[in-house]
């Protein structure tokens, strides 16, 4: 989704691949398509999207992700 932008380079969203099994939740809840699976991990596609909901971060059965919604 590139029509939606907040502020650049500022958004606190981390995933730890090494944390990361791959189940696909976080792109499957995420509103704006910040996260692609590749190769059995999730990656982070477009960072500046994020609006910091946290939805990834309560779907995320390995706690891969973290987000401080409201800083960016």
């Given at each position: 989704m590139t029509?939606?932008?907040?502020?650049?380079?500022v958004s606190t969203l981390r995933l730890n691949e090494d944390l990361c099994i791959g189940?696909?939740?976080?792109a499957q809840?995420?509103?704006?398509q910040v996260f692609t699976l590749e190769n059995g991990?999730?990656?982070?596609?477009?960072?500046?999207?994020c609006m910091e909901c946290g939805a990834c971060v309560n779907n995320c059965p390995s706690k891969?992700?973290?987000?401080?919604?409201?800083?960016?």
């Open positions: 029509a939606l932008r907040y502020l650049k380079q189940c696909g939740l976080c809840v995420c509103p704006h991990k999730a990656g982070i596609i477009d960072l500046d999207a891969a992700i973290e987000v401080h919604p409201g800083v960016g």
